[in-house]
């Protein structure tokens, strides 16, 4: 099985997403994940990320298309939960142009829904607390958030038009939100 767990930041997205790809037996395709061992093996797609980010650059489409294109074409991605890839209508496009050139497609896409824009905010500030991320300031969180809203929910849409989004209310605690989860893929197993 092939997914994309998608979401604002704080939804609870890299949680779920770690419990999600064990229970599916697949791999935790994690873009951060894919950043850090790019640039601590210094692959070639690692020295030019980090370029760009020593530059206070965000890191080209073409870059981490390179790094998603390599991650997916290893042997343990041949069932996948994808986390923080695609986040742009052209990263949609790419996704599917590698999947396709694997001979594969994604069977769905889980959204997490969190409509209280407060309560991602205050979730992700707690875990910037507890987590000693002093770079996760409010204000950064805010803008995360806006970030999200002007680019990735974009392609909520576009999964509903495609036919596999499957929205998932994301408030609750951990077990309650995955139990949603895990009903969406008993459906997608049929």
Known sequence: MRLLLMGPPGAGK???AVDLATSIGGAHI????????NLANETDLGKLAKQYMDAGQYVPDEVTNGMVR????EPDAAAFVLDGYPRTADQVVELDDILASL???LD?????VVEDREELVQRMIKRAETSGRADDTEEVIRHRQDVYDAETAALV????????LHEVDGIGTIDEVAARIAAVVDSLRG
Do not use: C, W
């Open 103 to 105: 001979g594969a497609k």
């Open 30 to 37: 994690s873009t951060g994940d894919m950043f850090r061992e």
């Open 157 to 164: 849409p576009l999964y509903r038009d495609h036919g596999i």
């Open 14 to 16: 890299g949680t779920q």
């Open 108 to 112: 769905g896409v889980i959204s997490l």
């Open 70 to 73: 390599n991650r997916l074409a």
